[in-house]
C-alpha cells in the first residue's frame, strides 16, 4: 500500500542545494571535527576493527608459545600481559564498541531519520573511546599493561600482590571506556524511540532497530556494575579502603559478583545485535520477508531479561550454596530457548525463499556462525551443568566454548555485515572471490584452532598457564590450535586486501542497493542523508511501496528542506510515530573533541599520579561541556515549520515528552543502577562478615541523618517551586531558590560525611567503614554534579537565555536533583536505619 504522498508538487530546486549547505563536511584536517552519524560511523567501525586486528596479534603470540612443549620464546610476566590484553582488548575495545559503531552508522538510515539526536554525544563518545583505547594498548610496550587477567580478581590484582600500577591503568581505563558506551547507549535508545520516519510504529520497526533498543536497555543496566566494581578495588589500592580485604571484613567474592553481572549480560549484548544483523541480512538475501517477526521480537527481549540471572554461571565452583547454583544452572539453560527461537526463524526464512539464490559472500558467513554458533551452544549447556562445569572450570575447554560462543556469534556475523552493508557506504562492493577466500580460512582455521581445545581442556590443561612439560601429552593438540590461528589471520589478511583494492568511501554517492533489500537503508542518499523522510506502512517498504525511493529522491514526502537553513531530522512519537516536532542539529565543531581529550586525559593521568595535570584535563572537559550545552536549547528561535502535506510542527519542545527528557530519564536509569550496585555491595558485605558491622549501640546518633533528610526534602521543594517562578517570570525568587537550593543540598552531603568522620569512622578499619563512606560519597558526588547543573541553570537565567518555554536545561536539572535527593533518602536509610532494624 502507497500512502498519500505529503509533497506531489515538483520541489524547488534552491531546497536541494540548502540541504547541502547545511549538511557540508569538513575535510582535511578538520576532519576530526565531524559529528555526523556516517562519518563518525565509519571512524568507529575503523577503530574498533584496528583493536581487532591488535588483539590478534597478541593472540597469534600466545599461540606461538604454546605451540611446543618447555617453550621460552615468551616469558611468564609477558605473557600474563598479553592474555590479559588480549581478553581486555576484545571485550572492551572491540566487541562492544563494534557493535555500537554499526548501530551509529546503519541505525538513522534504517529508520528514515537523517541524523540521531545528538550528534556530539556521538563524537564526543567516539573520540573518548578512541583516545583512551590506544592509549591504554600502548602501555603493552611500556610494561605497564595490566596482568590480573581480564577479568581483574582479587586479591590477586590488590596492592599487597600487584603493587604496580598496571592495576590501576586497567581500572580507571576501562571504568572511562564504559562510561563512553553508556552515552552510546543513551544515544541510541532515544535515536531508536524518537526519530523513526511517520508510520514506523514499533510492530514495523526492523528487527535490528529492536536489538540495538535492547541491547542499550543491557548496557544501561549491566555496566554501572563494573564502573562501581573497579571503582571499589581502585578505592581499595589507592586509600586502603578493605572492600576485598578478608581481614577486615571484605570478600573477593563481591567482585565476582559485580563483575560477572555485567560480564555475563554483555555476552548478549555482543551477541544480539551480531543476531539482529544476520535478521535483516537473511531477509534480503533470500528475497522474502523474516519468517516470525514477532516471535523473533520476544526472543531478543526475553534474552535480555534472563542475561540478568546468569552471572552465577561463572561462579560455579566458587562455594555458593547449592540452591543458588541451582537457579543460576536452569537460568543457563532456560536462555538457549529463545535463542533456539532465532535461529529457527532464520532457518524457516531460507526455507521460505520460492527459490535458493547463489551463494554470495555474507550469506557463507551466516551459514558459517549458524554452525559455530550451535556449537558453542551445545558447550554452553554442557558447562550450565554444575557437576560437569566443576570437571571443565579454568580448563581449555572453557577457552573453546567461549570462543565458539563469541568469535562464532559475533565476528562472522560482523564480517557478514561488511560485505552486505559496504555497498551502503561505498562506490564499489567487495569482491566475491575474494570474501569466498576469507570466509573458507577464517572458517577452517576457526574449527583448527578451537575444536581441538575442547580435548586439550578435557585433557587436563589449565587455561592461562604460559608453558608446559612434553610429558603431559598436550604438544601435538597446541600444534594444530596454533596452525588454524594462522589460518585465521590469512583470511582476516585477506579481507584487508579486498579492503584495500575496493573499499571507496562515499557517503551519498554509493553502490546502490545491490542486494534488492527492503529496509529504508538502502534509499537513495546524499550527505544529508535522505532528500524527504518517507511514511512508511510496513517492515519492508523498499518492497510494498513501489516508486518510494523515486519519490523520496525527488522531495515529495517529509521535511524536504533544511528549515531556517539548519540541520534537522523529524521526531515522532514514540509508539505509532507520528510526527511531533523537527529537531535542529549541531554542524561540525572542536567542542567534542576537546571534551573527550579532557575527559580522557583526566582518568589516564590520575593512574600516573598526575594531578595538576589531571585537574587540568577535567578543568577542560567540564569548560568544554559547558560551551557545548550553551547553545543547546533553541526555545523559540525558530518559527513552526511546514514539514509537508500542510502540517505545521515546532522546532521545540520542552520537558518530559522531550528527546532530551527520554535521555535524561535514561540517565537516571544509569544512576539508580550505579547506586543499586554500591547498596548491594554494602548488603553482600554485611551478609559475608557481619562481625564487622557496628552493634547499634556503636552506631552514631540520628540527628544528624535526620538533619540531613530534612535538607534534603527541602531543597527538592524549592528547586520545585522554582519551576512556578520561572513560569511567572520571577527570575529574582527563581534565581535565589536556585541557589538556596545548591546550598542545602551541598550542607546535606558534607554533614553525613563529617558526621561519620567525627563519629569516630574511619575507611580503612574496616569493611563496614569503606562502605559507608563509598555511599556517602557516591552522594556527595551526584550532589556535585546536581549543583554544578543548577549553577548552569541560574548562569543561563542571568545571561537571559532561560524562559518557560525555553526551558530545558531547568527540567533536566530539575530531574537530576530529585533523583540525588531521593537517593540521598536511601542511602541514609540503608546506613542508619537498616542497621537498627537488623540488629
Known sequence: ???????????????????????????????????????????????????????????????????????????????????????????????????????????????????????????????????????????IFFGLAPDGGWFMYPPLTGSQYSPAMNADLWLLGIGFIEISAIAGAIELAVGILRTRAPGMSLDKMPIFAW??????????????????????LELERAFDMPFFITQRGGDPLLWQHLFWFFGHPEVYIIFLPAAGMVSMMVPAMTGVPL??????????????????????????????????????????????????????AWIATIAAA????????????????????????????????????????DSYFVVAHLHYVLFGGMVFPLFAAFYFWTPLVSRRALSERLGRWAFWLMFVGFNVTFFPMHFTGLAGMPRRVYTYAESQGWGLLNMVSTVGAYLIAAGVLVFIWDLARNFRPAIGRNAGNVWNAGTLEWLPSEIYG???????????????????????????????????????????????????????????GWLPLLAALGTAGFFLLLTFKMHALAAACGVLAVASLWRWLWDADTGPDYAPVDIGAGERVPMMCSGAASHYGWAMTLLVIVCASIFGSLCFAYLFLWTTAPGAWPDVAELAGVGRPVLSACLLLGGSALVARCGHWLHEKQHGLFRAGMVTG????????????????????????????????????????????????????VARSVAGRLSYTRRACYHATMMMWHYTVAQGLLGLGLMHAFPRLVG
Not at 380 to 386: E, F, N, S
Not at 751 to 777: D, I, K, N, T
Open 1 to 139: 500500500m502507497t500512502p498519500k504522498l505529503p509533497n506531489p508538487s515538483p520541489r524547488p530546486q534552491e531546497e536541494e542545494g540548502a540541504l547541502l549547505r547545511a549538511w557540508w563536511r569538513p575535510s582535511g584536517w578538520r576532519l576530526v571535527t565531524v559529528v555526523d552519524n556516517a562519518s563518525i560511523g565509519l571512524l568507529y567501525i575503523a577503530t574498533a576493527f584496528l583493536f581487532f586486528l591488535l588483539a590478534g596479534v597478541l593472540a597469534l603470540l600466545m599461540r606461538t608459545q604454546l605451540a611446543a612443549p618447555d617453550s621460552h620464546l615468551i616469558g611468564h610476566a609477558l605473557y600474563n600481559q598479553l592474555f590479559t590484553m588480549h581478553g581486555t582488548v576484545m571485550m572492551f575495545l572491540f566487541a562492544v564498541p563494534a557493535v555500537e559503531a554499526i548501530a551509529v552508522l546503519l541505525l538513522p538510515n534504517m529508520l528514515g531519520a537523517r541524523d540521531l539526536p545528538f550528534p556530539r554525544l556521538s563524537a564526543y563518545a567516539y573520540w573518548a573511546y578512541a583516545v583512551g583505547g590506544l592509549v591504554f594498548f600502548c602501555s
Open 354 to 393: 520460492l527459490r535458493l539464490r547463489p551463494l554470495k559472500t555474507p550469506m557463507l558467513f551466516i551459514l558459517g556462525f549458524f554452525f559455530i554458533f550451535v556449537l558453542g551452544g551445545l558447550t554452553g549447556v554442557m558447562v550450565a551443568v554444575i557437576p560437569f562445569d566443576l570437571q571443565a572450570h
Open 530 to 588: 535522505v532528500r524527504s523522510i518517507p511514511r512508511v506502512t510496513s517492515r519492508e517498504p523498499l518492497w510494498d511501496q513501489p516508486g518510494l525511493a523515486r519519490d523520496v529522491a525527488a522531495g515529495r514526502y517529509f521535511l524536504p528542506s533544511a528549515p531556517s537553513g539548519t540541520r534537522s531530522t523529524l521526531v515522532t512519537s514514540a509508539v505509532d510515530a507520528q510526527p511531533d516536532y523537527v529537531l535542529p542539529l549541531p554542524g561540525p
Open 291 to 344: 519468517v516470525g517477526y514477532r516471535w523473533v521480537v520476544m526472543a531478543v527481549v526475553g534474552t535480555g531479561f534472563i542475561s540478568f540471572g546468569l552471572w552465577v554461571h561463572h561462579m560455579f565452583a566458587t562455594g555458593i550454596p547449592a540452591l543458588s547454583l541451582s537457579f543460576a544452572s536452569a537460568a543457563s539453560m532456560a536462555v538457549s530457548v529463545p535463542t533456539a527461537i532465532q535461529v529457527f
Open 742 to 793: 545548591a546550598v542545602l543540598l551541598g550542607v546535606a552531603s558534607g554533614l553525613e560525611l563529617h558526621g561519620h568522620w567525627a563519629h569516630g569512622l574511619r575507611p580503612q578499619a574496616s569493611a563496614y567503614a569503606a562502605a559507608v563512606y563509598a555511599v556517602s560519597g557516591l552522594q556527595a558526588f551526584f550532589a556535585l554534579i546536581a549543583m554544578t547543573m543548577g549553577a548552569f541553570t
Open 211 to 232: 536489538v540495538m533498543l535492547v541491547f542499550c536497555g543491557m548496557v544501561i543496566i549491566a555496566f554501572p556494575a563494573v564502573i562501581v566494581a573497579t571503582a571499589l
